[in-house]
Every structure is written in structure tokens, then in C-alpha cells.
């Protein structure tokens, strides 16, 4: 068997990683998802847990979406996950050749297969502990990467919907760890079938999560089955009696580049440019963009790869498998600015933004406008200005030089090792900490496009971040050009540019509905789909156990209202009910879809305050300096003539020439 040539390169680099499924283990008659199902239901013993039964041998139902029926059972689910996966004897001999081929090890099972091939000497990482998570790939040690948890430790097993969603959706350290992984090395899938129930989630979640041009590697005897996933490419078996020889032939190929003495010694090296998390806070209330926009001009001739993040808690909890932190921010009475989940700004001292970083070996650069007393417990660095010249005086004796005898008053350093090597003269690589890679099609340009409606923002975000777990959607209410459609695509793209959404935000409005099946034809589209015949069933088959991380807006949706008949208006409510369980959906409208029903969480916008008024009006018109020209403005034309609407600003100011005083604009 010829073995493909980046196969032939990942060993030889030591690159190559084994990402193990269930097949592996059938040899051990541990028990299939099926089976755990009804062996709980038996054990459990109640009536109508046992009508489930007759509904899973006839695949009526799901042995996940019958899982998810016991989840309150779960002391009994774990006790049987304890007792029923843990391997005494077997044969181990496949499991034993994927640890002399690579030894480097991801896998989905439960049991201790791989532990038990090691002869005990590998304790796994399950996805659960951050350190040890953090130190696989740190250097050639060989690991096995428990993903969905171990028998040992059953409370923490993946088994039900919600633990994928949390696992797959939500940024933890093993999701990030993953997509280190998935980008940096090749990945040879082993003991995948369509038969697993869980195998549309996993490779649905890699291919949508882990964007890069990175290809790996299937072995599998469906071929056809796995073209959809951009990520993989399939090494066809003709039957699974094929992988032991697929496996020797690449052990042999390793062990001819072992005692070849014309095999060229490939130093192997983790990263091989250097990773840096550069975070900030971007608040609603606040303008920090010239002090980021100092630092990475600074930076950028270093031969490095730049992730930049939103300084808040959440984004400070996935930092771990990175060389350097640098924390760029300002300092109110000794606290420290950051982001709150609101997007508006917030105080926390020194010590608890650091607390919250997992890896708590990694070097830490602070850089603020004054000094910040140095917190003992971590290895950091306080620069105390944004002047360049200091900036770059650190970056080169530092940074590039690996020299921290530096005597400035505006550098402080606690730690004698910033990094394990110095950094080259280079083009740093600048993309986001999150991975969200797409340019959205509403457009960079609603980012700047509001004045003021600070707390309207933020309490819209709030709102989208909790329909994500509350499944309703959210109707952003408010009467024609109070700017509800302007609003709802600049928070999307915030919340966007801060690791939701990785699916991205698609827009769709609903002016030209006239009927059920011309919004269906819409809502499909916007789940990025096309050819759809059955949408429903198709969402149901490949999306049961996790939400795509999408967004959908719906614009102009009273259109909806009144123009379809009664019937249709039902079965549309009806499918955006559906729909919400599979993706987050955004309407605006100018009314409440229903006063009684409790399935949207809605938000009435009222208009802009006086303040934001006059902020947009001279915007578009021009700067007015009398303070009583300002006066009749305010009152005698935002307030009482135009309502301080956005839109009616707009069309006033951009529609006529202007005058010189005001109060002839108002006459």
C-alpha cells in the first residue's frame, strides 16, 4: 500500500496524530450506545422509561435523543459508564501499534484501551483539566487526549446534547487545544462510522469550527460518506481487515527513517513561529483603539503569529497553549480596565484578571498608561507607557534578544525567562484568538455607522447571548426608522468579532414574503443552506446534538404579518419555533408576534435621547456653535418635530442645502 506523501511527512516531522473512535474498541464487546440505553432503562425499571425501548429498536427515536429522556437518571448512567467500560483483558495488539506509530493520541472512547496498551505509563488528559490539557504538544512526551471524557470519572462523561453544545460550542480548553492541534499537525481518523450516533456532530463540528487549509486523514470503507467534509480526505479500505497492514506499513516506513543512515535529522519542533495572545478590552463606552494600534505597530516585525482577543474573563480562561501573553489596557485608582459581558467597561484588579488565566506558567506583558504593582504569584512584566521608543527598546532587547537587564522607569519586570527562544526579525501574522475568519456579509461598515445607544447595545447583546440557551428568538421591536435593523447588525458583529458566532451572521429580510413557502425558501437560506427538500428533517438528522453557532436576522418581519393568510402565519410561527432549537434567530418588527405565547424574548426600542440625537444630526449637517441655535435645535426640531428619529434626522439633514441658522432649518 502506497502511503500518501503528507502522511510520509507527518512522520517523519513526528506530526502525526491519532484521532481514535468507537470502532476501535467493538473487539472488547463494550457496549454500543443502543445497548447502554436499554440496559438503564432495565435497570432503572419504570414503566415509561420502558416504552422508549420498542421506539429504539424500530429507530423511532434516537439512543441520544432517548438519553437525553433519562438525563435525570443520572446517577444510574454513570454508575453503568463506570462499570461497563473498563477494560481487564483484551486483545490490544491494534491499539499498541497506533502508540509505537505516533503515540500521540485523541480519542472519543470512554474506556482505557490505550492506557492499558502503555502499560499504564501514559496518564490520560481528560478534557476536563485544563493543565494537563495545556501541556499536550508542549514536547515529544506522548499523551492520550480523553475528549469526551474517561469511565473513571463517569460525572464528567460527554453523553448528553447539552455536554456536546458546551464541549464543541462554547470556548474551552479543549476545544481550543483541538484547534491548535487541528491546524498545526495532520490528523489520521481511525474507527469512524456513520453508524456512531454521534459521528454527524463531531465531523459536522470540525468541519464548521477548526477553518484552516489543513487537510487530514479517514480511514474508512465509505468514502462517499465523508466528501462533504472540507477537512478530510479518505483513505479507501476495502474492508477493516486493511487497517493492521495500513498500520504496518507506515510503522515500517518509520522504522526505515530510524536506522536509514542517509535519513536526514529533522529537529522537531512544537510551533515553529512563535504564538503571542494579544488582548484588550473594546467596550461600548470606551476608546482603547489607539493604544492596541501602538502595540501591533511595535510588533510587527517580529516573525510571530499575533491572536488578538477581547480582554474579559471569558476570553482570559482559554488562554493557555501560547509563549507569551500581553495585556494591553488602562489603569483607573489601581485597577485595571476590562470588558464585561454586556460589552461595557469594567475595574478588576491585577490579581483577579490574572487568577482567571489557566496557564499560570506563561509570561505576561502588561503594558498601561502608569505603573501597576507587580503581582509576586506570576511571571510578569508591567511597561508603563505607549511612547514607541519603549516599546521598541523592550521588543528588541527582550523579545528579540532574550536580554531582560533593561533599566527604564517605565519597565518593570518580575521573571527571569520571558520565552524558551528569542524571536527573529519577521512579518508577524495578525488573525482573531476566536478563529472567526469570515468577512460577514452585513458589513464592517455597521460597526461605525451608530452614534451613542450605548446601553440599547448592550442590553440587546445580553439578550442574544441568552436566547443561545433559552432557544427562543429575539424580536427587536420598534416603529419604522428608529435604526432597530442598523442596531442588531452592528451587536451581531460585535459579539462576532468576540467568539460568537463562528458560523458567522447571515441577513435576510422579509419584505417580498407573500407566503409559507416564501419564508421557508427564506429561514433556509439563511442556515446557509440550498436544495434543501425536507428542512426540517435534514435539521433534525444532522443537527440534533448541538446548535450551529449561527446567527440568522430576519428583517422587516411585520412585512409577514399582514401579508400572508392566517393559516400560513401559523405554520411560519410554528417553523421559527423549530428553527430556534437549531440556530439563534433575530427578528425586528414593529410589533409583538403574539401577546400571550411565551416563545420570543422581546426588546422595544424607544428612540434616541436627545444627546444621540444631536450627535447624529450634526454628523450629516454640520457643526452648529450658537448656544442658542443649539437650544432650538434640541427642542423645536429633534424633540418635537422629529421625534429624535434616526431616520427622519437623516433624510432632513442630507436632503436640503444647509442654512445658516437653525431656526430657519426649522421653519
Request: with cysteine; proline share 3%; net charge negative.
Amino acid at each position: 500500500m502506497e502511503l500518501p506523501q503528507r502522511i510520509k511527512d507527518a512522520i517523519k516531522a513526528n506530526n502525526l496524530i491519532i484521532f481514535a473512535g468507537a470502532g476501535l474498541s467493538e473487539k472488547f464487546n463494550l457496549p454500543n450506545w443502543s445497548k447502554l440505553v436499554e440496559d438503564v432503562i432495565t435497570a432503572i425499571g419504570r414503566e415509561d422509561y420502558k416504552l422508549f425501548i420498542p421506539l429504539l429498536r424500530n429507530k423511532l427515536m434516537s439512543a441520544s435523543d432517548v438519553l437525553d429522556k433519562l438525563r435525570a437518571e443520572h446517577h444510574e448512567i454513570n454508575k453503568y459508564v463506570s462499570s461497563n467500560f473498563n477494560i481487564q483483558e483484551g486483545d490490544l495488539a491494534l491499539h499498541k501499534k497506533l502508540l509505537l506509530l505516533s503515540g500521540q493520541i485523541i480519542t472519543t472512547n470512554f474506556d482505557n484501551a490505550f492506557e492499558k496498551a502503555s502499560d499504564n505509563s501514559i496518564i490520560p488528559s481528560i478534557y476536563t483539566s485544563t493543565y494537563n490539557i495545556s501541556e499536550i504538544n508542549k514536547s515529544n512526551k506522548p499523551y492520550i487526549f480523553k475528549l469526551h471524557g474517561s469511565f473513571s470519572e463517569p460525572d464528567n462523561c460527554i453523553l448528553f446534547k447539552e455536554q456536546y453544545e458546551k464541549l464543541y460550542s462554547v470556548v474551552t480548553a479543549a476545544k481550543e487545544k483541538l484547534k491548535s492541534i487541528f491546524a498545526e499537525k495532520t490528523i489520521l481518523f481511525i474507527g469512524f462510522s456513520f453508524n456512531d450516533p454521534d459521528i454527524n456532530l463531531i465531523f459536522d463540528t470540525l468541519d464548521r469550527v477548526f477553518v484552516n487549509n489543513n487537510k487530514h486523514f479517514i480511514l474508512s470503507t465509505e468514502p462517499l460518506k465523508f466528501q462533504k467534509y472540507a477537512f478530510l480526505e479518505t483513505i479507501t479500505l476495502n474492508n477493516y481487515d486493511e487497517v493492521d497492514f495500513f498500520l504496518d506499513t507506515c510503522i515500517t516506513y518509520k522504522n526505515l527513517l530510524i536506522s536509514s543512515p542517509k535519513a536526514p535529522q529533522i529537529e522537531v519542533k512544537p510551533n515553529a513561529r512563535h504564538k503571542f495572545a494579544i488582548l484588550s478590552p473594546d467596550p461600548l463606552d470606551l476608546d482603547f483603539k489607539d493604544d492596541i494600534s501602538k502595540v501591533l505597530n511595535s510588533l510587527d516585525a517580529l516573525d510571530a503569529n499575533l491572536y488578538l482577543g477581547t480582554l474579559n474573563l471569558k476570553t482570559l480562561s482559554t488562554i493557555e497553549d501560547y509563549d507569551l501573553l500581553i495585556i494591553v489596557t488602562k489603569v483607573f485608582k489601581s485597577k485595571l480596565y476590562v470588558e464585561d459581558d454586556n460589552l461595557k467597561s469594567d475595574l478588576l484588579s491585577p490579581f483577579e484578571i490574572l487568577s482567571s488565566i489557566p496557564n499560570d506558567k506563561i509570561s505576561i506583558i502588561l503594558i498601561t498608561n502608569e505603573k501597576v504593582e507587580l503581582v509576586p504569584e506570576f511571571n510578569l512584566v508591567n511597561i508603563s507607557s505607549f511612547k514607541t521608543a519603549v516599546l521598541n527598546k523592550f521588543i528588541y532587547k527582550a523579545i528579540k534578544n532574550g536580554d531582560l537587564d533593561i533599566i527604564d522607569n517605565d519597565i518593570n519586570i518580575g521573571l527571569t525567562k520571558l520565552l524558551d527562544s528569542n524571536v527573529d526579525k519577521g512579518s508577524a501574522i495578525i488573525s482573531s484568538i476566536y478563529g472567526n475568519l469570515k468577512d460577514l456579509s452585513i458589513g464592517k461598515k455597521c460597526l461605525s455607522n451608530i452614534i451613542g445607544r450605548v446601553e440599547e447595545q448592550s442590553a440587546i447583546a445580553l439578550k442574544l447571548i441568552s436566547i443561545g440557551k433559552s432557544n427562543k428568538f429575539l424580536n427587536v421591536k420598534a416603529s419604522g426608522g428608529t435604526g432597530k435593523t442598523t442596531l442588531i447588525k452592528k451587536v451581531a458583529y460585535e459579539l462576532y468579532n468576540r467568539g460568537y458566532y463562528h458560523e458567522g451572521v447571515t441577513f435576510k429580510s422579509c419584505e417580498n414574503v407573500k407566503s409559507y413557502a416564501d419564508f421557508e425558501e427564506i429561514l433556509i437560506s439563511g442556515f446557509n443552506l440550498t436544495n434543501i427538500l425536507n428542512f426540517r428533517e435534514y435539521l433534525v438528522e444532522n443537527y440534533s446534538f448541538s446548535k450551529i453557532d449561527l446567527l440568522i436576522i430576519l428583517d422587516n418581519f411585520e412585512t409577514v404579518v399582514n401579508s400572508i393568510n392566517e393559516d400560513d402565519y401559523q405554520k411560519v410561527i410554528d417553523l421559527l419555533k423549530f428553527a430556534t432549537d437549531y440556530a439563534n434567530i433575530v427578528i425586528t418588527s414593529r410589533e409583538k408576534l403574539s401577546p400571550s405565547e411565551d416563545f420570543e424574548d422581546v426588546y422595544s426600542l424607544t428612540p434616541l435621547i436627545t444627546d444621540d440625537a444631536l450627535s447624529l444630526f450634526i454628523k450629516y449637517y454640520g457643526v452648529v456653535t450658537s448656544e442658542q441655535e443649539i437650544r432650538i435645535l434640541r427642542t423645536e426640531i429633534l424633540e418635537d418635530l422629529l421625534n429624535n428619529n434616526p431616520l427622519a434626522i437623516k433624510l432632513v439633514t442630507k436632503s436640503r442645502t444647509s442654512f445658516k441658522k437653525i431656526s430657519l432649518r426649522s421653519n
